[in-house]
């Protein structure tokens, strides 16, 4: 049994019971961990450690680090942490800020003095701040200093929240650039346990009802051993950059996490639109993308204005990956999409394929060190070609801060992810939908996936989501919130167009029988599609155009 060096015991404290926790699974020989060990050595410190601290690590729009830069500014705000905000190991640091280089300082800062990090979208307003910080007992946080206001205004009905630093200071704050002036560059990472935690991730929300997920040391590692090493196989000469913050698992492990386990160098975007991010692979020749579908869609008209030559491989997660959008990157760019589903909860991506070994329309195998399997009602394992829940071991699990609903998310030892499945003859898992995103229609099951995979395969459509909405003959229907691309024009004319091209692709009873035109669709900070907050309007707006 590994020895923790958490003196705050709150989140060991506050975590699910055993009997309520994931089974998990360590039977490979990657997957094999000291009881004693802190992430940030493995993942920072051991390059230094082997001469390699001179190799480039991280690079924004201002900064360009080498390894040995990165743990150097590291160290002194882990100083600055412990000597002058008085962390003690087990403290919840909250940070607040975009994707950049300093980010990632703080982040290794929190982990090396024993704190765990809770990383937050900087869209966020003082209300959801003062939900995060009210749930996980914040005591620290370090924070951009242009995104200060919001936090003043959280910290008022926080009163555990004491210590708060900012960064990129035009004066007039505490400026962490001040408190660090003056501290070594060295510092004595907190000998953690593999199993005490490093970070706690809240979801991004698409329920509308975030919860936290704790995540140890050992699951950090174990994502790193996992996925990366076997789906993504990356080298130490790769030059990853993407889309998605470092307060969303897929942006911590795709941008900070992966590259820094293999030696690589990362680069931070501060605002990764498709015209910024696929202008920036040009110019510092990046090697590995990650972002959202909805990205790779922006940015394909708009590969052939730049040079993206150096561009190797291209991950896609967030949400499912519509067979048009992969058809339309790869025509684009001959790159094959790396499409992946995780979870905040397991941490990363568990199923998955590689760019040499797609299957157009499924989303992979099981990621080696990962069990998945598709179950009815009762969790037993349905037959191959039958929809039902995914369940999913590994060496990561769901880990709810004290939270009722990690009873409905691990059953029998199974992650159960909210989606729906199905296992076809070769193998491949094939995504169909959410669990609340099936749409039963006159006795039809209906995938809402499927249908805005058949919309967005129209050349007019830009963006769609569809949802089943409640109806007194059919008990539900088919529901599409479509945003047209600017050279067309929306209304009853294209409504039809739209029905009737649906039609021709898939079964008729599956096209949308109301189509409700946007100029935008409501989104999280990681890009996800909020269904919730469709539905709920939905369900208080009588809708007349069905036929």
Not at 24 to 43: I, K, S, V, Y
Not at 239 to 247: E, H, L, Q
Not at 351 to 371: E, L, M, Q, W
Request: charged content about 20%; hydrophobic content about 40%.
């Amino acid at each position: 049994m590994s020895s923790s060096a958490h003196i705050d015991t709150f989140a060991r404290d506050h975590l699910p019971p055993a009997e309520e926790q994931p089974e998990f699974q360590f039977d490979r020989p990657e997957l094999t961990f000291p009881a004693q060990m802190n992430c940030a050595t493995e993942l920072l410190d051991r390059w230094v450690s082997q001469g390699e601290g001179g190799r480039l690590c991280v690079q924004d729009a201002t900064t360009r680090w080498t390894y040995a830069d990165l743990q150097a500014r590291a160290n002194r705000i882990a100083h600055v942490l412990v000597e002058d905000m008085g962390l003690v190991p087990g403290n919840r640091v909250l940070l607040r800020g975009a994707n950049s280089s300093e980010l990632a300082a703080c982040w290794f800062a929190v982990v090396k003095a024993g704190g765990i990090a809770v990383a937050t979208m900087p869209l966020l307003r003082a209300k959801e701040l003062t939900d995060i910080v009210s749930k996980a007992r914040i005591s620290h946080a370090l924070c951009d200093a242009r995104l200060a206001d919001e936090l003043v205004l959280a910290r008022r009905p926080c009163p555990t929240l004491a210590q708060v630093r900012y960064y990129h200071s035009a004066g007039g704050r505490d400026d962490l650039d001040t408190d660090t002036l003056h501290k070594p560059e060295d510092f004595a990472n907190v000998p953690t346990a593999a199993e005490d935690t490093c970070l706690i991730a809240f979801t991004s929300g698409t329920t509308g009802k975030p919860k936290a997920t704790v995540h140890f040391h050992r699951d950090v590692m174990a994502a790193c051993a996992c996925w990366p090493r076997h789906m993504l196989c990356a080298t130490r000469d790769d030059v990853f950059i993407g889309s998605p913050p470092i307060a969303f698992t897929f942006g911590l492990g795709g941008l900070l996490l992966f590259p820094l386990s293999i030696g690589a160098s990362t680069v931070f975007l501060e605002k990764a639109t498709p015209d910024a991010l696929v202008a920036a692979v040009g110019r510092y020749r990046a090697t590995v993308c990650f972002t959202a579908p909805t990205a790779y869609r922006a940015m394909a008209p708009l590969v052939k204005d730049h040079d993206l030559s150096s561009l190797c491989k291209c991950v896609s997660a967030a949400e499912a990956l519509p067979a048009a959008t992969r058809k339309l990157w790869k025509d684009a760019t001959g790159i094959e999409i790396i499409d992946g589903i995780g979870t905040t909860e397991l941490l990363h991506i568990f199923i998955s394929h590689t760019d040499r070994n797609a299957k157009p329309g499924a989303t992979g195998k099981p990621v080696p060190g990962y069990t998945a399997c598709v179950v009815d009602g009762n969790l037993q394992p349905l037959p191959t070609g039958h929809v039902g829940r995914l369940a999913v071991k590994g060496p990561t699990g769901c880990r709810y801060l004290a939270d009722d609903r990690q009873r409905d998310y691990v059953k029998n030892g199974w992650n159960l992810t909210g989606d729906v499945y199905l296992v076809d003859d070769d193998g491949w898992f094939v995504y169909q939908a959410r669990t609340d995103d099936m749409i039963v229609s006159s006795g039809y099951n209906i995938a809402g996936p499927e249908v805005e995979s058949a919309l967005l395969s129209h050349p007019a459509v830009a963006e769609c989501a569809v949802i089943g909405v409640a109806d007194d003959e059919r008990g539900q229907i088919v529901k599409a919130f479509v945003v047209v691309r600017p050279e067309y024009q929306a209304g009853p004319t294209m409504a039809e167009e739209l029905k009737a091209f649906v039609k021709r692709c898939i079964a008729p009873y599956k096209y949308p029988r109301a189509i409700e035109f946007r100029d935008a669709l409501p989104r999280t900070g990681t890009g996800k599609v909020q269904r919730f907050r469709l539905r709920a309007e939905s369900a208080h707006t009588p809708d007349n155009t069905k036929s």
